[in-house]
């Protein structure tokens, strides 16, 4: 799927994951933004994924992602600067960092042998946190992906 089309699909949805978890935070909605939050990264790191080829079905898309961006670094310096560069890698590190909020935000959290719930996990810290990550990735990968079509 390296083509113009799914990219901007997966880029699409991310958006609407991106809105979703804003108006979730305005709500004061903490675990509905934390989950929106992590899934609008997610969907982004794919999004940049599919610039180059399917991406895998998983929550945690960083491996493939940063492969890819080190196979292309040449051609992507060239298209967005070094600069820019430094930033796509970050997304792959930060979309691994957040995959467990997957989880945690739909099923909670075992900590201490005690169950955390999604409600009590989810914090508006978290939240704010979550949504700040994703507008930001949401930024670089849109830049990225207008860049890296031309258009």
């Not at 699409?12 to 979730?24: H, I, N, P, T």
């Not at 939050?37 to 898309?61: D, M, N, S, V």
């Amino acid at each position: 799927m390296n083509n113009s089309k799914g990219a901007k699909d997966w880029l699409e949805d991310a958006r609407k994951y991106l809105e979703s978890a804003e108006k979730r935070l305005l709500a004061k909605d903490w675990r509905g933004s934390c989950q929106d939050g992590q899934l609008a990264i997610e969907t982004l790191a794919k999004a940049i994924i599919a610039c180059f080829e399917e991406p895998k079905w998983t929550h945690k898309p960083g491996e493939q992602l940063e492969k890819l961006l080190e196979e292309n670094k040449t051609e992507i310096v060239k298209t967005i600067g070094e600069n820019l560069f430094f930033e796509l890698e970050e997304i792959g590190t930060v979309v691994d960092d957040v995959a467990p909020w997957h989880g945690w935000s739909t099923y909670g959290k075992i900590e201490s042998d005690r169950i955390i719930s999604p409600f009590e996990i989810s914090s508006e810290e978290a939240a704010r946190e979550l949504v700040q990550k994703a507008r930001q990735s949401y930024k670089i990968a849109a830049f990225f992906i207008k860049k890296w079509f031309e258009e």
